[in-house]
Nanobody
Framework: QVQLVESGGGLVQAGDSLRLSCAAS????????LGWFRQAPGKERAFVGG????????HYEDFVKGRFTISRDNAKNMVYLQMNSLKPDDTAVYYC?????????????????WGHGTQVTVSS
């Protein structure tokens, strides 16, 4: 079955960097757009950004633009979220998710598969 497994979360201080990884299995990885989401305590899950199936296109929400970078390695079935200049407001559980490349638009809409998330806590 399809599995998305996030890793790399932890407790860091404001201004630090962290790289999250998401390992995929059970799907043809290069056929899926990938998104990163986060859910802070007491808040709804929010879209952070995404990367297209071939890696040509990325999108970031304004609240992470310039600080976060999404990349993927289709040979390894991995997607990454590099997070720099972390702020306490970035504290959340971070999820990766897969959206079929056939769907439009690239990143907005239904995602078919989700990971279980990894906790990121940023202290001030």
């Amino acid at each position: 079955q399809v599995q998305l497994v996030e890793s790399g979360g932890g407790l860091v201080q404001a201004g630090d960097s962290l790289r999250l990884s998401c390992a995929a299995s059970g799907l043809t990885f290069s056929s899926w757009n990938l998104g990163w989401f986060r859910q802070a305590p007491g808040k709804e899950r929010a879209f952070v950004g995404g990367i297209s199936w071939g890696g040509e296109y990325t999108h970031y929400e304004d609240f992470v633009k310039g600080r976060f970078t999404i990349s993927r390695d289709n040979a390894k079935n991995m997607v990454y979220l590099q997070m720099n200049s972390l702020k306490p407001d970035d504290t959340a559980v971070y999820y990766c998710a897969a959206r079929t490349r056939l769907a439009t638009p690239l990143f907005r809409g239904r995602y078919d598969y989700w990971g279980h998330g990894t906790q990121v806590t940023v202290s001030s």
